[in-house]
């Protein structure tokens, strides 16, 4: 094990003779710096062994040099650069004033690490002539949002769509799309009046044809997904085994919040808890700046240093995607992932990750992890909605990710390269299915995703309109997302291939246009098995009659029947038998695609807010995370 640098040594003795920590917790402290490769007072401050004011004055003491608190004290906002915020944050030093010297100004420099590192980033930076103070992370944090926090909000709404508007969602529909839309629409109104029966018959067999073309291509991303994840996970273990806590980088973690202090505690026991060095962590907590009873939430639970709120100024379209575009300026991490409040993702997700990442090209952008839900067996929705998120993650992406069909993401446990995520400028602020967009954003620049055997598990939707509130909105982004990608189709086409197209076409287009669908087909079978009708006779052809059949008994029939197959990789059996009350969830799929086309016409940005901590399991999983004193329980991994 290497040893402990000179600089924390000495830091280290200084803590422990001014009785600002024990000896047993500097043993402790060192023994973590010197197998994390991380700086003493870092690990320090990520096992809450001393709070950040505290350390920084001992340090500034110890360097025999001053402390100042940026927040009472900011930088001068004409030294700072934008350009340089990575630089800041990496570095953890920035320009703070500059006062009178000879020849000239001489410049202050404030840092978080000092230091022989940092004395070498400063004069190579700043030069010889240079004064330094010494600050606390999370002071120098806020300063430096502080200082761009205006810029940095008008970036997060808009940056994507003034660099590359072609793939931003601000315009719902082109012009070029409202002339083929009024196209068809005449088209069809003209084929009504002049050959309505022909007009009908060609209308039912395109659709017919569609739903037989998606029971066919759900089929196929299945068998070719078919594969032997035991053996896979073997392999990411083999690989964890070799990585060493030193060779780990430093990880962003993301997590949007809006009016959810309920389930905070949740989510950060779980990232307390996961297999990482706490060091490496960089978690940021990301809520609105006037949603106070989060704000007051995540204060008292009075985290380790390494969790970070992040306030966002209030702007319009109040999205997810855009908290997540201000918060990523401020992200240190070589990787970074997006959590929502109530996840729970598996200990040892990241090292699975950065395994993964190291086993794959440059052109692996993102790593998805699998989703599933703790409340499973809670009612009959959370039974019917884990078997639906078994179905998409555990068996349909395997074959999309074999068939390098884009994939549309999930919206939580991606991980990305940082460097690619600010080379494709994030996230969509006016997409209200941002990764999804993002996945398939992802593919036409060149990337792939890769799929991981770690899952995060969620609180699924207890209530039936809370269900529909989240489905609407998936689905009204599935109609951003189609809309955006199909500005040039011949170009799409170039990009990811005409087996992309095909299943862009079938798991974005279909899902939309399957819900829209459902209750027209219903509705006339349900005539004409009431009636009896021979009238319908005229509208089926033999041809067109066996294939609606078809889709009727034996499409629909597959689905149930590979609905009934998706708990089996995870031996949750007792759940299959539900599987056969899978058409009344449809019906819920139907009113949430009708209700999110009306929203894309009326309201395409809204974002419908999905409330979680309904759960009955909510309660025990909080106080599983709290201990007596309010706090997380437990000490930080």
């Avoid at 806020?142 to 970036?155: M, N």
């Avoid at 609180?459 to 909105?473: D, F, L, P, T």
């Avoid at 021979?534 to 033999?542: N, Y």
Wanted: charged share 20%.
């Amino acid at each position: 094990m290497p040893e402990l640098s000179e600089t924390d040594a000495w830091t280290g003795d200084h803590l422990v003779e001014q009785g600002i920590i024990e000896l047993d917790e500097l043993d402790t402290a060192s023994t973590l710096a010197r197998k994390w490769q991380m700086p003493l007072p870092d690990v320090l401050l990520a096992r809450r062994f001393v709070d950040g004011r505290t350390l920084y004055r001992s340090l500034a003491d110890r360097f025999g040099l001053s402390h100042i608190d940026l927040i009472d004290e900011p930088p001068d906002p004409g030294l700072l650069q934008e350009d340089e915020v990575d630089a800041y944050m990496r570095e953890l030093t920035v320009p703070w004033r500059t006062r009178p010297g000879l020849g000239g100004k001489r410049m202050i420099v404030a840092t978080a690490r000092p230091g022989p590192a940092a004395m070498l980033h400063i004069r190579r930076r700043w030069g010889q002539s240079v004064d330094v103070v010494i600050t606390s992370k999370r002071a120098l944090r806020h300063a430096v949002q502080a200082a761009f926090s205006q810029r940095w909000s008008h970036r997060a709404v808009y940056e994507l769509d003034e660099r590359d508007p072609q793939m931003s969602a601000r315009t719902v529909f082109t012009a070029g799309q409202l002339v083929w839309l009024w196209a068809l629409a005449s088209l069809f109104a003209l084929g009504a009046i002049i050959a309505p029966i022909a007009t009908l018959i060609a209308l039912n067999a395109l659709m017919s044809l569609f739903y037989l073309g998606n029971f066919a291509f759900k089929g196929f991303a299945i068998w070719a997904g078919g594969t032997d994840l035991t053996a896979q996970r073997r392999e990411i273990d083999a690989a964890i085994g070799l990585l060493s806590d030193e060779d780990l980088p430093i990880y962003t973690v993301l997590v949007p919040m809006f009016r959810e202090p309920d389930v905070l505690p949740i989510l950060a026991g779980a990232l307390r808890n996961l297999d990482y060095p706490a060091a490496k962590l960089d978690i940021k907590i990301v809520l609105e700046e006037g949603d106070e009873e989060t704000i007051a939430a995540a204060q008292a639970l009075r985290l380790e240093e390494i969790f970070e709120i992040v306030l966002v100024p209030p702007s319009h379209p109040q999205t997810k995607p855009k908290a997540c575009n201000y918060a990523f300026r401020l992200a240190r991490g070589e990787f970074c992932v997006i959590y929502d409040a109530e996840d729970k993702p598996e200990p040892d997700q990241l090292k699975r990750v950065v395994a993964t990442f190291a086993r794959t090209g440059k052109d692996v952008a993102c790593v998805q992890c699998r989703l599933n839900y703790y409340n499973r067996n809670e009612n009959w929705l959370t039974r019917l909605f884990t078997l639906d998120y078994a179905l998409w993650f555990d068996l349909m992406l395997p074959g999309l990710e074999k068939l390098r069909i884009p994939i549309p993401l999930g919206g939580t446990s991606n991980h990305f390269r940082t460097s690619v995520l600010r080379e494709l400028i994030a996230w969509d602020p006016f997409n209200v299915t941002e990764d999804a967009d993002l996945g398939i954003r992802m593919t036409q620049k060149g990337y792939t995703t890769k799929l991981v055997e770690s899952t995060t598990f969620e609180e699924a939707n207890v209530s039936a309109g809370n269900w529909i509130r989240q489905r609407s909105r998936w689905i009204k982004g599935y109609m951003q997302t189609l809309l955006v990608h199909l500005r040039r189709p011949g170009d799409f086409a170039r990009q990811v291939g005409p087996l992309g197209v095909l299943g862009f076409a079938m798991f974005i287009g279909g899902t939309m246009l399957s819900g829209l669908l459902n209750p027209v087909f219903w509705a006339v079978f349900a005539v004409w098995a009431a009636t009896q009708a021979a009238g319908f006779d005229i509208f089926f052809p033999p041809v067109l009659l066996y294939i609606s059949l078809f889709n009727l008994l034996l499409g629909n029939g597959m689905l149930i029947f590979l609905m009934m197959l998706a708990p089996f990789r995870r031996n949750w059996l007792e759940l299959t038998p539900w599987a056969l009350t899978v058409p009344a969830y449809w019906i819920l799929l139907s009113i949430a695609a009708w209700k999110g086309l009306y929203q894309l016409l009326t309201k395409p940005f809204y974002w419908e807010k999905t409330t979680h901590g309904l759960s009955c399991h909510t309660a025990r999983e909080v106080a599983e995370a709290l201990g007596p004193d309010g706090r997380i329980a437990g000490s930080i991994r």
